[in-house]
């Protein structure tokens, strides 16, 4: 009698395996949902939104939403205190809050990364003088400390975008100089380093590519919290000045008329809230599939 040959099953592919312990999360998935919506939103915001969003009518100030006596299908979404269309200044703002979030989410995982990458791999005095300088940092409240740079370099969206990265930056050099040290006593690194390989390649090539996951999900909670501190320092008014459509800035505008035109308060917070809580569910899923500790 033959035998019949036993063939090993194919292992799975690892994006395979990654998005099925993501899609696993169904909080994860929602998440990813209303980020790839508002995504699309602020990429088709000149499309989608039915006028400018600095476009005053001096006929409708205050109109309410369509289903509110007194609104009309003309401004779904009911209009501010000088006449400007509130879902036309919604939309555009979705774009100006995730260029605000993956901007300084960008700088402050590019500076932290080399930080924390050198602190980790020098060690020694170097190291002792870039983590105390972090520790400063996050002594200090975020949101004050934050208030405090914009005072000093002064209102804008660019200020407050440099504010917020330098409030959120101690979490990736942490993150990175934590990774570097494990990754530092393993085999593949001491077998490079008897082979002749260079600090630069050492540091980039070998270490840095096996510290990246952690990254990607601090990556992704600290959008949420760019998009939050933004938006409360545009509320200050330290942020994106009027008539910019941020967020933050039309909660700014909108105090005075909390009591008698609700719309104009709840919607820009309600996309506040809608879009942090998709960011924190997007990261708590990617930090469960990437933690084969967490995996399900």
């Known amino acids: ?58 006929a409708v100030f205050l109109k309410p939403p369509f289903w509110q006596d007194g609104g009309a299908l003309t401004h779904p979404l009911g209009t501010d205190a000088i006449g400007r269309d509130i879902l ?41 003088a870039v983590m105390r300088t ?31 990265a330098v409030v959120i930056l101690p979490h990736y050099v942490r993150i990175t100089r934590a990774a570097v040290i494990s990754e530092m006593s393993k085999d ?10 260079s600090h630069l390649r050492l540091m980039f090539s070998e270490v840095l590519p096996n510290c990246t996951a952690p990254l990607i999900v601090q990556a992704s909670l600290g959008i949420s919290t760019a998009i939050l501190d933004a938006a409360a320092l545009g ?11 941020e967020w933050g800035t039309m909660l700014a505008d909108a105090r005075e008329f909390v009591l008698r035109a609700w719309w104009v308060v709840t919607l820009p917070g309600m996309m506040i809230f809608v879009t942090v809580l998709a960011f924190n569910l997007l990261g708590d899923g990617l930090r469960d599939a990437f933690d084969p500790k967490l995996k399900r």
């Open 235 to 245: 509320f200050l008014g330290l942020g994106a000045q009027p008539p910019a459509p």
């Open 88 to 128: 036309s200044r919604l939309i555009h703002g979705a774009r100006l809050s995730l260029v605000i979030g993956v901007a300084v989410v960008a700088l402050s995982v590019l500076t932290g990364t080399i930080l924390g990458l050198s602190a980790g791999y020098f060690r020694g005095v170097y190291e002792i």
């Open 134 to 164: 972090m520790d400063i940092i996050l002594t200090l409240p975020s949101l004050l400390l934050a208030i405090v740079i914009v005072a000093i370099l002064g209102p804008g969206m660019i200020n407050a975008m440099l504010a917020v």
């Open 188 to 197: 593949y690194v001491t077998a490079a380093r008897m082979n002749g390989a």
């Open 1 to 58: 009698m033959s035998s019949i040959p036993h063939t090993a099953p194919e292992p799975e592919h690892p994006l395979r395996a990654f998005w099925s312990d993501f899609s696993g999360n169904r909080g994860a998935v929602a998440g990813l949902a209303v980020v790839m919506l508002v995504l699309l939103m602020a990429l088709m915001a000149p499309w989608l939104a039915p006028y400018a969003p600095e476009l005053t009518n001096n």
